[in-house]
């Protein structure tokens, strides 16, 4: 059990705040971070977890990967045009180190292939397209 308290919930902090990196700097992806963060987190701090699992911005995530092992279609694509966008940018426009656009691309690389590789899931049981109106049945009520 200490293990897991004495470990496990700093590693959850250390992923979770490289997801918030990924999600400011788009050559480093914040969804594999994500999913280790809340994998840390169910094993040491039901606080965290459940935190995580409420959060508009992370809980989604968390929640198809829980319920199927999976990412939606849009958290694909948005990871994987940002990535794009800023990440060209940035070889093209930003660095003028040659070293430092190939050590770019090849973390934008690893990044779109760890996006890729994640299952999409089914859109019957995609929680990111169902948030919205959950919320807006909330709202209604």
């Known amino acids: 059990m200490k293990l897991k308290t004495g470990l496990y919930k ?3 902090f250390l992923f979770l705040g490289l997801a918030f990196l990924g999600v400011l700097l788009p050559i480093l992806p914040a969804t594999p971070f994500l999913l280790l963060s809340g994998w840390f987190f169910a094993r040491s701090s039901e606080k965290w977890h459940q935190w995580l699992l409420k959060s508009d911005l992370f ?3 968390l929640k198809n990967w829980e319920e199927g092992q999976c990412i ?17 940018g940035s070889i093209f426009f930003a660095l003028d180190n ?24 089914p859109s019957d049981m995609d929680c990111d397209e169902q948030a919205p109106l959950k ?3 909330v709202r209604e009520a």
């Open 98 to 121: 040659l070293y430092l656009r190939i050590f770019t691309g090849v973390f934008l690389l690893i990044g779109t292939i760890t996006v890729l590789s994640i299952k999409t899931c």
């Open 72 to 88: 939606s279609l849009k958290t694909k694509i948005v990871a994987l045009v940002m990535m794009a966008i800023a990440g060209a």
């Open 59 to 61: 809980g989604p995530i």
């Open 135 to 137: 919320n807006d049945l």
């Open 10 to 12: 700093p590693l959850g």
